[in-house]
């Protein structure tokens, strides 16, 4: 069975999710899978750790420190979170 | 790692040190005091003739016992293995202020960890007097750094 999740249920999420903590409003608005946290929404890596902290508890998750690493974009966080998903 | 050895490891010395004893520090949490010299440097100028430990102070005392003390605890084997402290730094705090401390005080760290994960230590502290009066209360997040950027 397919555990995955449609892609733009996961960036509802994951918006939901950052926007406390984003200090770039107008990228946040215009957002995409392209968007990075750090340089684009300008979110430090303190409040990053609150992200992915949020992240495992929304969706069900561990995240590991290697892959936390990976999880700069909103599409590789995507990506991470599905085969988190799929692996359950 | 003994208490003394955590103390001798703190990246901090006089004037900015806040740390004179750890009485108990495990996994979930530090537990430590410091009494404030009369000399302190910022009796002089806060308040004027009327001196008052600065809410500033208090909270950098919070941090060095509850959270770094704690964070050299938690990161004793990594310390040990690379012979070499992390940088560490505070990245957040929200703390509220009951009591005044006076010049001359002891007082009191309580701090227990909410989490350590991905290099951030997030933390519930609470500074109390010798009285075991409740001075000032809140949560204090650190985190371990690679280089200069946050």
């Given at each position: ?20 903590y ?8 215009n ?11 300008k ?46 | 790692?003994t208490?003394e050895k ?12 806040f740390?004179?004893?750890?009485e ?19 009796y ?31 990161m ?29 005080e ?11 994960r ?5 933390c519930?502290?609470?500074l ?6 409740l ?5 204090i ?10």
């Amino acid at each position: 069975m397919d555990k995955t999740m449609d892609k733009n249920t996961i960036i509802e999420g994951l918006k939901e999710i950052a926007k406390p903590y984003i200090q770039d409003q107008e990228a946040f608005d215009n957002l995409t899978e392209d968007t990075n946290f750090v340089d684009d929404l300008k979110i430090n890596s303190a409040n990053l750790v609150d992200i992915i902290l949020d992240v495992e508890d929304k969706f069900d998750i561990v995240i590991e420190d290697k892959e936390m690493e990976d999880m700069m974009t909103v599409r590789s966080t995507i990506a991470i979170i599905n085969k988190k998903l799929d692996n359950k | 790692m003994t208490h003394e050895k955590i103390i001798s490891l703190l990246p901090y010395s006089e004037p900015f040190l806040f740390v004179d004893h750890l009485e108990h520090i495990d996994e979930n949490g530090a537990i430590g005091t410091y009494t404030y010299p009369e000399s302190s440097f910022f009796y002089k100028g806060h308040f004027i003739d009327n001196p008052v430990t600065p809410g500033v102070i208090l909270t950098e005392t919070m941090a060095q016992i509850g959270l770094v003390c704690l964070g050299i605890h938690l990161m004793a084997n990594r310390i040990e293995e690379q012979a070499k402290l992390p940088e560490m730094v505070m990245v957040s705090n929200e703390i509220n202020f009951f009591l005044p401390v006076f010049p001359g005080e002891e007082v009191k760290v309580i701090s227990s960890k909410e989490y350590f994960r991905f290099g951030k230590l997030k933390c519930e502290v609470e500074l109390r007097n010798a009285d075991d009066a409740l001075v000032c209360k809140g949560k204090i997040a650190g985190m371990v750094i690679s280089n200069s950027s946050l």
